[in-house]
């Protein structure tokens, strides 16, 4: 079961992490203001919030916990590849 708010959620963390790492390649000669700097340092803690959420969400639906660390590792597996 996916909940539609929890993608939308991601999307625009992703979009967040898009523009800050962009912004130094956009305006390189401009100084980023604080507002915008705080915008930009919010995409990490929305993705572990978001991990939390999700192993929550899939606890509850009867997911058993070894699967669940196995992905966790797989996952950190192949972003260390990349």
């Known amino acids: ?3 539609s708010s ?3 959620i991601r999307g625009f963390a992703i979009l967040i992490m898009i523009f800050a790492n962009a912004y130094p390649y956009l305006y390189p000669f401009e100084y ?3 507002l915008l ?3 930009f340092s919010s995409a990490a803690p929305i993705f572990i919030f978001l991990s939390g959420v999700s192993l929550r969400l899939a606890l509850e639906n009867g ?7 196995l992905r966790a590792f797989q996952i950190l597996f ?3 590849i990349i």
């Open 6 to 8: 929890i993608d939308i």
């Open 63 to 69: 997911k058993e916990i070894k699967s669940l660390i």
């Open 32 to 34: 980023c203001p604080k």
């Open 1 to 3: 079961m996916r909940l």
């Open 37 to 39: 700097r705080l915008l």
């Open 78 to 80: 192949f972003a260390i």
